[in-house]
């Protein structure tokens, strides 16, 4: 992974989450929903 993720980023994440949405993830081979 090249980018890091900030803070906001996770801040967001965790709204969108709570929110009952899904994000998705990359990881070393593939996208990940959570």
Known sequence: MTHAVSQADITHAAA???A???VAFPTET???LG
């Open 16 to 18: 969108v989450l709570k």
């Open 20 to 22: 009952g949405e899904l």
């Open 30 to 32: 593939v996208y990940g």
